[in-house]
């Protein structure tokens, strides 16, 4: 089983996407697959997805109104084989966290996946309108796919 977890600023809005659209994709794949988010921030714990982020889920068909924002903590590095963080300063963050090269190793710009070694950030849509957590869910859909993809070849090696 593959365990991954997603992580923004806030959790109320990337990091929550990305999390409902890896799980709805490796779900519909069957893939044996744990997804979580976090953020790197408390501002929003316990509270659910900004609205925007769970209409352009539900636009999308994914539900992710049932989630909770949480703070990424320590203990997440033993617990998940991957972090992907959404920007430069959530990589900052949750690297500075770590406590081996191991645990830093895990840790991986999400626009990576689909464009390598660009370390692009996906823009935090909070301040924006609609149409940004349209093109932020774009990008993640994009991500999450490649993320799913790589998951099936690594099975598919063993």
């Not at 925007?52 to 924002?69: L, M, P, T, V, Y």
């Not at 895990?106 to 626009?111: A, Q, R």
Request: aromatic share 6%.
């Amino acid at each position: 089983m593959m365990k991954i977890i997603m992580v923004c600023l806030g959790n109320i809005c990337r990091s929550p996407l990305a999390e409902g659209i890896l799980k709805e994709k490796a779900g519909a794949r069957g893939l044996d697959v744990t997804v979580d988010s976090a953020g790197t921030a408390a501002y929003h714990a316990g509270e659910r997805p900004d609205r925007r982020s769970q209409e352009i889920a539900r636009k999308h068909g994914i539900d992710i109104s049932q989630q909770r924002a949480r703070q990424f903590e320590v203990a997440d590095f033993d617990l998940f084989d991957k972090i992907y963080v959404m920007d430069l300063h959530n990589f900052d963050d949750v690297v500075s966290l770590a406590g081996s090269e191991r645990d830093a190793e895990k840790v991986h710009l999400i626009l990576n996946t689909i464009y390598p070694g660009k370390n692009l950030s996906v823009p935090d849509p909070y301040y924006g309108g609609k149409n940004g957590f349209e093109k932020v869910y774009r990008m993640l859909d994009a991500s999450c796919e490649k993320i799913v993809e790589d998951i099936m070849l690594q099975n598919a090696d063993r």
